[in-house]
């Protein structure tokens, strides 16, 4: 929801989006052995992994479905006096829903693919686990 939040909020989003966008472009996957080194082998460097994966895509999939509501809609809804915690949860939020829901869909194999690395890379269980286990033999 921190897309929505910059979406609904230009001066925080044109203050942040640089340092998003700079984030987005590091390579994330290179990264899984630093996050290995400094959460070590357990459950959290798994979840940093996979947040850090699926951060982005749904961050800007959501912050792109805010900006894609038609114009034609905020200046009716404006025009018939709406609050503006009224324009986000009757126009705002159920515009950015598809756009949302998309990218979960995306995410949710970005997240299995994390999952899988960061057991290949550093642990003791699980399908990356049996894989590189696999490999050995």
């Known amino acids: 929801m921190l897309g929505f939040g910059f979406a609904a909020n230009p ?79 009757h126009i705002h939020l159920p515009a950015t829903l598809a756009w949302t829901f998309a990218s979960l869909r995306v995410g949710v194999g970005f997240a299995t693919t994390a999952a899988v690395l960061g057991e290949h890379i550093g642990t003791s269980a699980g399908i990356g686990y049996m894989i590189d286990n696999a490999m050995l033999r």
């Not at 357990?42 to 805010?66: D, N, W």
Request: glycine share 6%; with cysteine.
């Open 11 to 89: 001066c925080i989003g044109a203050v942040l989006q640089p340092f998003i966008a700079i984030m987005n472009a590091m390579p994330r996957i290179a990264f899984v052995p630093l996050i290995i080194l400094w959460f070590g082998l357990g459950f959290l460097s798994k979840v940093i992994i996979v947040v850090s994966l699926v951060f982005f895509v749904v961050f800007f999939s959501i912050h792109h479905g805010f900006n894609e509501i038609s114009t034609t809609v905020i200046r009716n809804a404006r025009c018939s006096a709406r609050t503006k915690a009224k324009m986000m949860c």
